[in-house]
């Protein structure tokens, strides 16, 4: 078996010597059909759940302290306790509308192991007496969406899926359903809008969530893939099992996506909780280092809505809550590296730019807000800013995100960390997450800002795509 | 041209019997939409507010939130340049500004030979391949500006096996066969507990197991 490299037919993933518990099919070319996957015990953690009652697979899961993969990082275990008892039908959405940026993963996991997921879906549908699940994919992906229908029809033709499941009494479909190119949709009551067949625009929360009114009116659960995709391992393995990789409050794996300035970009299953930044920055098995001849100025630790850590932060490990009292989180897995070649005020505006493209509209602080941020912070890189700029980038986002915004501690101007989450004036948190690329990057380089601003002039900064090719 | 054609009207039946109320299949259905014909007619959105029990207007309102749908004419192959941070840190732009000289439109135009649509996008999830794009949403991934050539040409040339005409997403559909499904579940229609949870119930003995074992 190959160590240490990548997987010619899973572009980005590289096999390295963690223990594998959603990519262990991913080594087969061939990993995505019915075939490959009997022959390596898919369906062998849906016939364990079915040896057990629903309750005892519920307990498994909750015991086992699978975290949720999407971005919150909430227990699955105790998500799926909160619907209110006797309110049927109870309904599972999948969500697979990954679109932060730098997230990478659920797309490999769809287009690689749909089998483990549709187990996976399974084994929710049995713990919690769900009576119907729709696998919601992106609408980009077209590949991913082929692949879970071919895999669905091949489960269905065997009996894994649909009426009386393995000669059971359990039954349950599962509607494979798409996207159309929303990323406001990764949101779960959005993504609830939009199985509706409505505009893609969250639901107002709390006091409901989807737990208690989800789609149509009825107890949902909202999972996403990577969190389903832990299942069938789970139920084979048990949750003792589960908890010997990873840290006490992170148990398990998880994949994460290393993109920008690294010798080796990749999906990597790591341990979660254990490895830190560092490890997986500059191991051997991991990305080998910062492109040769430069050296870090600064990465996102979780997606593009997370604060910015610098070089300070890099011995953290990948814990939730270390990350979050260092001032940002883990999110989606999606960790973006920049060097320091990199233009801080052209990077933020980058993501801004998305944040206000992508606003539904519904909140106003968000729709204005997002988009004045852009504006204010496009003049400013075009050197057309004024003095006011970067006081005024800050007050609209303070509209957005009242008070301290999270930040990583910065010993150079003595600054503390503030912890994540930030406050928000909004339904969700896409508003608030436009704030981290520029409360991060005003903190720490001011002074790029003040270049552009008094000098009308960019700093220099190396073309990127110039140097590659050299 | 527009409405559903009988092949379509037979799929969009299907579409709509897998969900519990048949609103929720309004994306699918713009998609078979824009398969069809390569983006969505206003007739096409009168006949899915048909078929679905909605309006016209809804189906325009839920359709115009989403980026995929287009409502005009767009070329037989759309290529989405991703510039978002992973790929502008690798060349993304470059390779955006160096598709909009080499086709000779800028991001969102469309060339006037019909043949090719330049977007410049989101985050398409292939952030360690960058810079990537998508074409008619198939993926080439670490592209060079000779990558980009070459793809322009093959297109051009009928030589891109992959890649379907524009509005075409996955090429197998889900299909349950007759007999084979639970059955939808409406939130109307079902208000009992589903018969499996019936098993908390029961005190576990050692050889009651339903499964195949």
Same mark, same amino acid.
């Given at each position: 078996?190959?160590?240490?490299?990548?997987?010619?037919?899973?572009?980005?993933?590289?096999?390295?010597?963690?223990?594998?518990?959603?990519?262990?099919?991913?080594?087969?070319?061939?990993?995505?059909?019915?075939?490959?996957?009997?022959?390596?015990?898919?369906?062998?953690?849906?016939?364990?759940?079915?040896?057990?009652?629903?309750?005892?697979?519920?307990?498994?899961?909750?015991?086992?302290?699978?975290?949720?993969?999407g971005g919150?990082?909430?227990?699955?275990?105790?998500?799926?306790?909160?619907?209110?008892?006797?309110?049927?039908?109870?309904y599972l959405v999948v969500n697979g509308d990954e679109s932060e940026p730098?997230t990478y993963k659920d797309r490999?996991l769809m287009e690689?192991?749909p089998?483990?997921l549709?187990?996976?879906c399974?084994?929710?549908?049995?713990?919690?007496?769900?009576?119907?699940c729709f696998l919601y994919v992106r609408g980009e992906m077209a590949l991913a969406q082929e692949r879970i229908a071919?895999?669905l029809?091949?489960?269905?033709?065997?009996?894994?899926?649909?009426?009386?499941?393995?000669?059971?009494?359990?039954?349950?479909?599962i509607t494979l359903t798409w996207g159309a190119g929303a990323y406001i949709v990764g949101e779960e009551t959005a993504l609830i809008e939009s199985l509706e067949g409505n505009r893609g625009m969250p639901r107002?929360?709390?006091?409901?969530?989807p737990?208690?009114?989800g789609l149509?009116?009825?107890?949902t659960?909202v999972n996403n893939v990577e969190?389903l995709?832990?299942?069938?391992?789970?139920?084979?393995?048990?949750?003792?099992?589960?908890?010997?990789?990873?840290?006490?409050?992170?148990?398990?794996?998880?994949?994460?996506?290393?993109?920008?300035?690294?010798?080796?970009?990749?999906?990597?299953?790591?341990?979660?909780?254990?490895?830190?930044?560092?490890?997986?920055?500059?191991?051997?098995?991991?990305?080998?280092?910062?492109?040769?001849?430069?050296?870090?100025?600064?990465?996102?630790?979780? !997606?593009?809505? &997370?604060?910015? #850590?610098? =070089?300070? @932060?890099?011995?953290?490990?990948?814990?939730?809550?270390?990350?979050? *009292?260092?001032?940002?989180?883990?999110?989606s897995?999606?960790?973006?590296?920049?060097?320091?070649?990199?233009?801080?005020?052209?990077?933020?505006?980058?993501?801004?730019?998305f944040?206000?493209r992508e606003s539904c509209g519904k909140?106003?602080?968000?729709?204005?807000?997002?988009?004045?941020?852009?504006?204010?912070?496009?003049?400013?890189?075009?050197?057309?800013?004024?003095?006011?700029?970067?006081?005024?980038?800050?007050?609209?986002?303070?509209?957005?995100?009242?008070?301290?915004?999270?930040?990583?501690?910065?010993?150079?101007? !003595?600054?503390? &960390?503030?912890? #994540?989450? =930030?406050? @928000?004036?909004?339904?969700c948190?896409l508003?608030?997450?436009?704030? *981290?690329?520029?409360?991060?990057?005003?903190?720490?380089?001011?002074?790029?800002?003040?270049?552009?601003?008094?000098?009308?002039?960019?700093?220099?900064?190396?073309?990127?795509?110039?140097?590659?090719?050299? | 041209?527009?409405?559903?054609?009988?092949?379509?009207?037979?799929?969009a039946?299907?579409i709509i019997?897998r969900y519990?109320r048949?609103k929720s299949a309004l994306i699918p259905l713009l998609h078979l939409a824009q398969e069809?014909?390569?983006?969505v007619?206003?007739?096409?959105?009168?006949?899915i507010?048909?078929?679905t029990?909605?309006?016209?207007?809804e189906v325009k309102g839920t359709g115009s939130f989403y980026e995929m749908f287009k409502f005009?004419?767009?070329?037989?192959?759309v290529?989405n340049?991703c510039?978002n941070?992973?790929?502008?840190?690798?060349?993304?732009?470059?390779?955006?500004?160096?598709?909009?000289?080499?086709?000779?439109?800028?991001?969102?135009?469309?060339?006037?030979?019909?043949?090719?649509?330049?977007e410049?996008v989101e985050c398409v999830a292939a952030?360690?391949?960058?810079?990537?794009?998508q074409?008619n949403y198939r993926y080439?991934?670490?592209?060079?500006?000779?990558?980009?050539?070459?793809?322009?040409?093959?297109?051009?040339?009928?030589?891109?096996?992959?890649?379907?005409?524009h509005g075409t997403l996955g090429?197998?559909r889900q299909?349950?066969?007759?007999?084979?499904?639970?059955?939808?579940?409406?939130?109307?229609?079902?208000?009992?507990?589903?018969?499996?949870?019936?098993?908390?119930?029961?005190?576990?003995?050692?050889?009651?197991?339903?499964?195949?074992?």
């Amino acid at each position: 078996m190959p160590t240490h490299a990548y997987v010619p037919h899973a572009p980005g993933y590289v096999d390295n010597d963690g223990p594998k518990i959603v990519t262990s099919r991913f080594p087969h070319e061939d990993s995505f059909t019915l075939a490959r996957a009997e022959a390596t015990g898919a369906y062998d953690g849906l016939r364990a759940a079915l040896d057990r009652t629903p309750a005892e697979v519920h307990g498994e899961v909750r015991e086992a302290t699978v975290l949720g993969r999407g971005g919150a990082g909430f227990p699955a275990g105790v998500k799926w306790g909160f619907m209110p008892p006797g309110k049927f039908p109870y309904y599972l959405v999948v969500n697979g509308d990954e679109s932060e940026p730098g997230t990478y993963k659920d797309r490999l996991l769809m287009e690689r192991d749909p089998h483990q997921l549709i187990e996976g879906c399974l084994i929710a549908c049995y713990a919690l007496g769900l009576a119907q699940c729709f696998l919601y994919v992106r609408g980009e992906m077209a590949l991913a969406q082929e692949r879970i229908a071919e895999a669905l029809n091949d489960a269905y033709a065997k009996g894994y899926v649909g009426k009386n499941i393995l000669g059971t009494e359990f039954s349950v479909d599962i509607t494979l359903t798409w996207g159309a190119g929303a990323y406001i949709v990764g949101e779960e009551t959005a993504l609830i809008e939009s199985l509706e067949g409505n505009r893609g625009m969250p639901r107002l929360k709390p006091p409901y969530f989807p737990a208690a009114i989800g789609l149509y009116g009825q107890p949902t659960i909202v999972n996403n893939v990577e969190t389903l995709a832990n299942l069938p391992w789970l139920m084979n393995n048990g949750a003792a099992q589960y908890k010997t990789y990873g840290s006490e409050a992170s148990p398990g794996t998880r994949l994460v996506a290393v993109s920008g300035h690294v010798q080796r970009p990749g999906v990597y299953e790591i341990e979660q909780g254990v490895t830190t930044f560092r490890d997986l920055f500059y191991g051997d098995n991991f990305c080998q280092g910062i492109r040769e001849g430069h050296e870090l100025k600064m990465f996102v630790p979780g !997606g593009g809505s &997370a604060p910015w #850590f610098f =070089p300070e @932060q890099v011995d953290l490990p990948l814990e939730a809550k270390d990350v979050g *009292a260092a001032g940002s989180m883990l999110g989606s897995g999606a960790i973006i590296v920049m060097d320091e070649t990199t233009d801080a005020v052209k990077a933020a505006l980058r993501l801004v730019r998305f944040y206000a493209r992508e606003s539904c509209g519904k909140c106003t602080p968000c729709r204005e807000g997002t988009t004045w941020e852009e504006r204010v912070l496009q003049r400013i890189y075009d050197g057309e800013g004024r003095p006011s700029d970067i006081d005024m980038l800050l007050d609209i986002a303070d509209n957005i995100s009242p008070g301290p915004y999270p930040n990583a501690a910065d010993p150079a101007q !003595g600054l503390d &960390a503030i912890p #994540f989450p =930030p406050k @928000q004036t909004t339904i969700c948190p896409l508003g608030p997450s436009s704030v *981290a690329p520029i409360a991060s990057t005003i903190r720490r380089f001011r002074h790029e800002y003040e270049a552009k601003i008094t000098k009308r002039d960019t700093i220099p900064v190396m073309s990127v795509a110039m140097e590659g090719e050299a | 041209m527009a409405r559903f054609d009988d092949t379509n009207l037979a799929i969009a039946n299907e579409i709509i019997s897998r969900y519990p109320r048949p609103k929720s299949a309004l994306i699918p259905l713009l998609h078979l939409a824009q398969e069809q014909d390569g983006w969505v007619t206003d007739d096409a959105m009168r006949h899915i507010a048909e078929l679905t029990g909605t309006t016209p207007a809804e189906v325009k309102g839920t359709g115009s939130f989403y980026e995929m749908f287009k409502f005009h004419p767009v070329g037989k192959y759309v290529v989405n340049v991703c510039t978002n941070l992973s790929c502008q840190l690798l060349g993304g732009e470059e390779l955006l500004e160096h598709a909009e000289a080499t086709l000779g439109v800028k991001a969102g135009g469309t060339t006037a030979d019909g043949m090719f649509t330049i977007e410049d996008v989101e985050c398409v999830a292939a952030c360690t391949e960058a810079p990537c794009l998508q074409v008619n949403y198939r993926y080439r991934l670490r592209v060079t500006n000779d990558d980009f050539d070459s793809l322009i040409d093959d297109l051009r040339h009928g030589r891109a096996d992959d890649v379907p005409e524009h509005g075409t997403l996955g090429l197998i559909r889900q299909s349950i066969p007759a007999g084979a499904g639970a059955g939808i579940v409406a939130p109307e229609e079902a208000r009992e507990a589903p018969v499996w949870l019936a098993r908390n119930d029961v005190p576990k003995s050692a050889d009651d197991e339903g499964g195949e074992g």
